[in-house]
């Protein structure tokens, strides 16, 4: 190989390398520009609206170490994750009961369709009403949200399932119970993954807005009180760590979604 | 003579009418034919003879208008969708015109599917299914998903999945009818040398001619829709068949002329 050679493959390499560190440069200097932005917006609006980045981040270490921030955090992931089993269960139970019921499927799927124009969150004061203060209000205003996205999902996805894959799995002397869990479950998993990825990140902000409005504890708690005592470093703080949860919980799901759909030929020309 | 394996009788298809489009026309009527015990039958028609919709009755995973199948001298109600037994408890095996693999199995665990959902997962069931794997070569790819195994794998997949379980009976449509030329000559070779270990009654179902007469014992013509059967015929060459040069054999041009004036 000439010396030629090595200059012309040079630049073969090099594109690519440097579109791959590109995107990573590029990611953390808009977030320092984010950054950069909200601490001059934080200097032109004054603490009273927008809390300064670093004063926000002198806070967030300050509760961790006192444990408050922690309590805060468990209090409202363990609502969202109560909630979003509740919810998410019924998501899926509910198409494949249905599944076996064609005709009264047709019977109450426009009512089913119809709730989902409901405003949930207008629902609160009657859970209140009907519920009480404790969990129970929060529950349902979690599920609910959660429950939506997936059973509509689920149901779209067992009405799309190939209808030859079911016939070879008859006729090769699957149950109805197999067939339901094998053939109808898998072909539906990027349908139910789609839902996750909205119902998720709800059922965080629901029990949020849960706690905006009942008991006194969990980050909805947090923000809100800080709120009230023109805590906006508090406020900031609360929201700081909700995002970062939600964050966290799509990563965690991201990484799942690519383990399950391993077989998926589009998931793999998609990573690269 | 002992009695046929498997017999259609009288059989009639039409599909439910559309509103306020008239009665649908028949599309198979007054169908009868039998298979004997170990025979490899093929049938020839031209497409949209009902040679599918043929086959999805048999397997019951389509209700039929009139007539009936038997096997073993044993009728099964066709008319009602309810009573409909697909696959007749694993005794109809079906080799679909697609592969239907699951594509979240492996090559090996959509051949042992069958085996699987049947509680039959035995060492010598396993043993079996690694058998059939390497008898058509796809014992290098067990653990491929079928998205990344080539047309004429995932054909040689389907099989076995139906082989594994030794069904009496195997139906099978136009299973390597989008192959090409080589590959398909390949897999016919292969699924006769897989039919002669055990000798199994096999309906093959083909617009291809030349097709119908390497495999088959004996040919039925079918005609245009509505479909009935047009006519018989007995394929005398000896076996086993060189699929390669079957072309060459004496006897194969005057049957090929005779069917094809039938085929129309």
């Known amino acids: 190989m000439t010396a030629r050679d090595d200059v012309l493959d040079l630049p073969r390499e090099g594109p690519l390398q440097w579109r791959r560190y590109g995107v990573t440069i590029g990611r953390a200097a808009l977030l320092l520009l984010l950054i950069a932005i909200w601490k ?59 599944r076996r019921l064609p005709r009264l499927t047709d019977a109450v799927e426009p009512y089913i369709m119809a709730s989902v124009g409901v405003p949930k969150y207008a629902l609160v004061p009657l859970f209140i009403l009907y519920f009480g203060i404790d969990d129970a209000p929060k529950l349902w205003l979690v599920g609910l949200l959660v429950f939506y996205p997936v059973f509509i999902a689920v149901f779209a996805g067992i009405r799309s399932v190939d ?10 002397g699957a149950s109805e119970a197999t067939i339901a869990r094998e053939v109808i479950w898998n072909s539906l998993m990027p349908f139910f ?24 504890e969990g980050l909805g708690y947090l923000i809100e009180h800080s709120r009230q005592n023109v805590d906006t470093t508090g406020v900031f703080a609360g929201i700081v760590i909700a995002t970062a949860i939600v964050l966290i919980i799509n990563a965690v799901l991201v990484e799942l979604d690519r383990r399950v759909s391993a077989w998926r030929p589009i998931a793999r020309e998609m990573a690269l | 003579m002992a009695d046929p394996l498997l017999e259609v009788r009288d059989l009639s298809k039409r599909f439910a009418s559309r509103a306020g489009r008239g009665p649908s026309p028949w599309v198979i009527q007054g169908l009868s034919f039998s298979v004997k015990e170990g025979e490899f039958l093929t049938i020839v028609g031209p497409s949209g003879a009902g040679k599918t919709t043929l086959l999805n009755m048999i397997a019951q995973i389509d209700t039929a208008s009139g007539g009936e199948v038997r096997f073993q001298s044993e009728a ?6 309810k009573a409909l037994n697909p696959g007749l408890s694993c005794r109809i095996g079906y080799v679909t015109q697609e592969d239907n693999l699951l594509p979240w199995r492996t090559t090996l665990q959509n051949v042992l599917f069958p085996l699987e959902v049947q509680g039959r997962l035995t060492a010598e069931t396993r043993a079996r299914a690694d058998l059939l794997m390497r008898a058509v ?22 099989l076995i999945r139906t082989l594994v379980y030794d069904p009496p009976v195997i139906l099978m449509d136009e299973p390597f009818g ?36 390497a495999l088959g014992d004996r040919t039925l013509v079918l005609s ?37 004036a039938q085929v129309q």
Not at chain 1, 52 to 62: G, N, S
Not at chain 1, 80 to 95: D, K, R
Not at chain 1, 163 to 172: D, E, F, G, S
Request: proline share 6%; charged share 20%; hydrophobic share 45%.
């Open chain 2, 224 to 260: 245009r829709a509505p479909a009935h059967i047009a006519g018989e015929h007995i394929i005398t060459i000896p076996r086993p068949r060189d699929i390669r040069g079957i072309m060459t054999h004496p006897e194969f041009g005057a049957l090929y002329q005779r069917i094809r």
């Open chain 1, 193 to 216: 993954f789609a839902a996750l990825k909205i119902a998720l990140p709800r059922a965080v902000s629901a029990a949020i807005i849960g706690e905006f409005l009942v008991g006194n």
């Open chain 2, 76 to 81: 099964s109600p066709l008319n009602d969708p």
């Open chain 1, 163 to 172: 209808r030859r894959l079911i016939n070879m799995a008859r006729i090769v």
């Open chain 2, 178 to 213: 989008a192959l090409d030329a080589q590959t398909r000559m390949q897999l016919q070779e292969d699924l006769l040398r897989l039919w002669n270990l055990g000798r199994k009654t096999i309906v093959f179902v083909t617009h291809d001619i030349a097709e119908a007469i």
């Open chain 1, 40 to 98: 001059l917006g934080a200097d032109a609006a004054g603490p009273m609206y927008v809390a300064d980045p670093f004063k926000v981040l002198e806070r967030i270490i300050a509760d961790t170490q006192s444990g408050t921030l922690l309590r805060h955090v468990y209090v409202t992931l363990r609502i969202s994750m109560i909630g979003f089993v509740i919810g998410c269960a019924s998501g899926v139970a509910l198409p494949f009961l249905l």
């Open chain 2, 137 to 158: 070569g796809l014992a290098d790819f067990e653990h491929h998903y079928p998205h990344e195994l080539s047309g004429g794998m995932r054909k040689r997949a389907s």
